[in-house]
Structure formats: structure tokens, C-alpha cells
């Protein structure tokens, strides 16, 4: 009896560890929004399952609420959203 609720428990954790490492990115974000809606912590799932909180619940992380900057000199400027784009050459071989 004892044994079988120790393996059920390890099982149960091998599929969360898989659940959240080895789904696609989309699926993970699904079963986050789903348990949210559910009641469990969204900023803790997003964690766990490695994605980022969605907008829904008006949490301000992805900055789409924001206000545009305003019109004038800087909008001639190039904003810096922090990231750089990496170009990948590829050599074509005939």
C-alpha cells in the first residue's frame, strides 16, 4: 500500500518536471492560464512552468497598458528595447 503511494508521488513529480521543461511554450502558458483560473497563484505558475504572465488579469508585466511616449524630438529617435538582434549568415554550398 505505502509503496504504491510513494511511487504514485514520484511519478506525479516526473510528470510536473516534464510538464515543465519539455512542453512547448504555448501549451505551458494554456495550463498556467487555465489554473489561474482556478484559483492558484498565476505569478507562482509562471514561475514554475517557466512563462510569463499573461495580460488578462491586468498585471502590467508585458507593458502593453502603458501610455506612448509622447510625439516630438525622441520619436525621430530609435527607442532601445534593450535587446539586439543577432543575424545568422548561412553560406550556401553548391
Known amino acids: 500500500m505505502w509503496q ?14 516534464a510538464c ?3 512542453l512547448p511554450a504555448a501549451w505551458r502558458r494554456q495550463i498556467v492560464h487555465a489554473l489561474s483560473r ?4 498565476q505569478d507562482k ?3 514554475l512552468f517557466k512563462t510569463q504572465s499573461s495580460c488578462g488579469d491586468g498585471c502590467g508585466s508585458c507593458g502593453s497598458c502603458e501610455t506612448p511616449a ?3 524630438a525622441d520619436a525621430d529617435a ?3 528595447t534593450g535587446t539586439t538582434r543577432r543575424v545568422i549568415q548561412l553560406h550556401v554550398q553548391r
Open 70 to 72: 509622447k510625439a516630438g
Open 45 to 47: 505558475l509562471a514561475r
Open 20 to 22: 515543465t521543461k519539455y
Open 4 to 17: 504504491e503511494l510513494i511511487v504514485g508521488m514520484i511519478v506525479a513529480a516526473c510528470v510536473l518536471h
Open 38 to 41: 482556478r484559483g492558484f497563484n
Open 78 to 80: 530609435p527607442r532601445d
